[in-house]
Structure formats: C-alpha cells, structure tokens
C-alpha cells in the first residue's frame, strides 16, 4: 500500500530564518506531487505541483520554492521565512496518469514569530 | 475553474443520515465532482467522486442532480468521528494535463451530536 510522510509535524521558526520541509511516498513511482498551504481558516491554495524529477510548477508567487530531487521525494523550501508564511503545509500526491485522486499526508503546521 | 457553493456549516445527530449540499451550476462537461473532507489537525481525505451517475462506496454515496449542476453527498449514518469539513470540488479535465488540480473552497463544517 501507498504512505505518504512529512516531517516535521510541528515548526516554529523566526522571521528572516530558512525551511526546509520534506515529503516522500512510498509504495508508488512516477507520482504526481503537489505542496499546499491552508493558512488561518479552512481554504487550501495549491503552491506547487511536480509531474516528475525536476520539473516544478508555481500556482502562485511567492516566498517559496520547491524541488523533486528524487521521484517520490518533494521538498518545500525559503530562503528567508516571512510572518505570512505561518500556515499548515500538505504534501500530497497523485497517479500521474489520469490523477482522479489525490493523497494528503499528515501536514506541518509552520509558525513564523 | 468552476465554482461550487456549500452551507458554511452544518449539524447532525449521531446514527442519523446526513446530506451534505453542493451546488456547481457553472460546471462543464467534463468536470468531475470530487468530495473531500478534513479532520481536525489533518490533510484532507478522500471521500467519493462522480461525474454524471450516482456513486456508492463503504464511506458514502454521492447524488448528482440530473443537470450535474448540484450534488449531494449522503452519509448514512453519522459517527462521531465524521465531524469534520468536508469540501465539493470540481475537478477540471485539462486534457493532456495529468497533474489534475484540485481547488478547495471553503467547506461545510459538520458537527455530529452524541
């Protein structure tokens, strides 16, 4: 069966400083990955999408980066973390072909002070 | 995309049926329904999708309108545990696209009382 990890659960970090947050699969190959954000409230704002290897997608500007060093690896970076990045981060993934599905991992829940 | 439009909330009893509103009257052809939900302090889960026949599973049934331009998702017995918020998306199908976005509106809160 498929799993999908993200760490860390938690994280406080101050303003100025860098992230990095990781997520893998396991159990799939050639998923498709996506990184979103559900700040305050309930809405989720899709931030990236992967169909594969190095090949990233941006919804929307912003403060952060992502990259897929490996095929079932997604990492969610910044260089430097602004107080608007706070929110709850989701990892998720996809079939690649015909992605009706989508699998959410557990989150990290991202406090910038 | 097209849009969907939810109650903001909702309320239950334990072991009594719930539906769970979703009107879409902008959707296209080939848009699918997608129902999600989301527990406290969790990643959204799946829950059921259709396009244009009603759709059972262990977790749900799902009831398009013959126009597709309103849903209902049914659970048929409330638990506690299925308090959560559950989102109506539509699924756009962008052809030779296969990363297949998905975008959450705002949801329906569902309280379920013992």
């Known amino acids: 069966s498929q799993t999908i990890h993200q760490w860390p659960a938690t994280l406080v970090q101050p303003v100025g400083s860098p992230l990095s947050l990781e997520c893998t699969v396991e159990?799939?190959?050639?998923?498709?990955l996506y990184w979103y954000r559900q700040a305050a409230g309930r809405g989720l704002q899709l931030l990236f999408y992967s169909v594969g290897i190095g090949q990233i997608s941006s919804e929307v500007p912003q403060n952060l980066s992502a990259s897929r060093p490996q095929d079932r690896q997604f990492i969610l970076s910044s260089k430097k973390l602004l107080l608007s990045d706070s929110g709850f981060y989701l990892c998720?993934?996809?079939?690649?072909?015909?992605?009706?599905?989508?699998?959410f991992g557990p989150g990290t829940r991202l406090t910038v002070l | 995309d097209a849009k969907t439009t939810q109650p903001n909330s909702m309320e239950s009893n334990e072991e009594e049926p719930v539906h769970l509103p979703c009107n879409h009257s902008t959707i296209s052809g080939t848009d699918y329904i997608h129902w999600y939900r989301q527990l406290p302090s969790q990643g959204p889960e799946y829950v059921i999708h259709g396009l244009t026949s009603n759709v059972n599973n262990r977790m749900a049934s799902l009831a398009i309108a013959e126009d597709r331009k309103s849903s209902t998702l049914i659970l048929h017995r409330a638990t506690l545990r299925d308090a959560a918020v559950y989102y109506c998306i539509l699924r756009h199908n962008a052809g030779g696209t296969s990363y297949g976005k998905l975008t959450f509106g705002q949801g329906t809160i569902l309280t379920v009382h013992p």
């Open positions: 159990g799939t190959s050639n998923p498709n």
């Open positions: 998720a993934w996809s079939v690649r072909v015909g992605a009706d599905t989508q699998y």
